[in-house]
């Protein structure tokens, strides 16, 4: 079975960058669409942006649309995908998850969540 882990969270002043990292272990992801959510203090899991399979379909939350870019490197032999983030702002700061098989925007279509990378973005 396919497991996601999150990687690259971590903190920045507002204004900032980071890049954050979706591998895939335990079998492939080339053929799946993959999701990134964001889950803020004290609140719901959130969509954040999507990816088809051969990188060509992407889809962005509103809040995050101009700042953030989804992309995904298949070629590599631990296949990846990438959210960066610029231009960063204190109310994206949550735990950032990726997940695979859907674009959904709604967290309930998805199992089997990860640990998620912690993204703290200061004022």
């Known amino acids: 079975q396919v497991q996601l882990s999150e990687s690259g969270g971590g903190l920045v002043q507002t204004g900032g960058s980071l890049r954050l990292s979706c591998a895939a272990s335990g079998g492939s992801i080339y053929y799946s669409s993959i999701v990134w959510f964001r889950q803020p203090p004290e609140k719901g899991r959130e969509f954040v942006a999507a990816i088809g399979w051969d990188g060509t379909y992407t889809d962005y939350s509103d809040s995050v649309k101009g700042r953030f870019t989804i992309s995904r490197d298949n070629a590599r032999i631990q296949e990846t995908v990438y959210l960066q983030m610029n231009n960063l702002k204190p109310e994206d700061t949550a735990v950032y998850y990726c997940?695979?098989?859907?674009?959904?925007?709604?967290?309930?279509?998805?199992?089997?969540w990860g640990q998620g990378t912690q993204v703290t973005v200061s004022s």
């Open positions: 997940n695979l098989g859907s674009v959904s925007h709604a967290p309930a279509d998805y199992t089997n």
